[in-house]
């Protein structure tokens, strides 16, 4: 059967640390008062690139952390993750170079919900992963980060983790999209 455009994916598994989290019968998966949240199996040799559409708060107001999963690790590698990014807040814009063992793919969400979309290029191919992430959100007022960057090993991943950043604790909702190849 052939089919176009973005497709939403169920992941294999969730694994989750916090008050709950459940996968949707569309495939969608709504979480609540988690500081981890792991999505198993979404990305597979049927597609190379990938569409990660959320909502969400964070208690405290801190952002979101994100780490590519073989299997059932996360990826850690010291300083495997480089970004470039920048981020406007009322009236000031800042950019910066960063490495770390994660990346964000979304920042804050003090009081009301932030939004992003991600893209993930090639996770399932053994080479360096590209991804790209645009957020919105409400830190200090209205709140726009435009993030890009790699990760620079030559794994194959079938999963995603979002992290509360220092142990805070995320509510929300996540969908993985495969696109067509």
């Not at 052939?2 to 169920?10: D, E």
């Not at 500081?35 to 049927?46: E, M, R």
Request: proline content about 2%; hydrophobic content about 35%.
């Amino acid at each position: 059967m052939s089919k176009n455009g973005l497709i939403l994916l169920t992941p294999t598994s969730i694994a989750y640390t916090g008050t709950s989290a459940t996968i949707s019968a569309n495939g969608s998966v709504s979480f609540s008062a988690c500081s981890v949240l792991s999505l198993n199996g979404v990305f597979s040799a049927a597609y190379d690139n990938y569409m990660v559409v959320g909502w969400h708060s964070v208690t405290g107001g801190a952002s979101i952390l994100c780490r590519l999963r073989d299997g059932i690790n996360d990826d850690t590698t010291t300083n495997s993750y480089v970004h470039q990014y920048w981020f406007a807040n009322g009236t000031s814009i800042i950019g910066e170079r960063a490495t770390a063992t994660y990346w964000v793919p979304s920042a804050r969400g003090n009081t009301q919900r932030a939004g992003f979309v991600a893209n993930i290029y090639g996770p399932y191919l053994a080479q360096p992963t590209a991804y790209r992430s645009v957020m919105a959100d409400d830190y200090n007022a209205a709140s726009v980060t435009d993030l890009g960057g790699t990760h620079n090993q030559s794994t194959s991943y079938d999963g995603i983790t979002f992290i509360g950043n220092s142990s805070q604790t995320m509510t929300g909702r996540v969908a993985v999209y495969g696109m067509r190849k």
